[in-house]
């Protein structure tokens, strides 16, 4: 968790799916390692999560990186965020959306984002 703010964490990128997000949020961005695997569990060590703190610029920003990773506007994206409060404690929401007919696929990951749990208060917080 970074400071108080509330973050994002998107689990299970690959290191380079990870450092293109991290380069395009910029400074609100940090690529942590993935968890170790349980003794005898399998996955790839290879994975990385990258946590961001909660601005508008940042969500702005996952959106329009979210969308660049649809292969076509009529996807559904289904997406497992965890997110970290600034009471530390951590909970998992779904981040699910679909662009609708005149709708850009930036605009309906924005709106999206902004219906996980906390996301409004965040930002409302961070305008003071």
């Not at 991290?22 to 399998?42: F, H, N, Q």
């Not at 990773?69 to 679909?98: G, K, W």
């Not at 924005?110 to 409302?124: D, Q």
């Amino acid at each position: 968790m970074i400071d108080d703010r509330l973050v994002l964490r998107f689990r299970g990128l690959r290191s380079s799916e990870a450092r293109e997000l991290a380069d395009d949020v910029g400074a609100e961005a940090t690529i942590v390692s993935e968890e170790s695997l349980p003794v005898g569990g399998y996955g790839d060590v290879g994975m990385r999560t990258v946590e961001v703190v909660v601005t508008a610029r940042a969500l702005r920003l996952v959106a329009r990186y979210l969308a660049s990773r649809q292969r076509s506007h009529r996807e559904t994206v289904n997406l497992v965020v965890q997110i970290d409060n600034p009471d530390r404690s951590r909970c998992e929401a779904t981040l699910a959306y679909a662009a609708a007919p005149g709708q850009s696929t930036v605009e309906a990951a924005t709106i999206a984002l902004r219906a996980l749990p906390g996301v409004e208060e965040a930002l409302a917080r961070s305008l003071w």
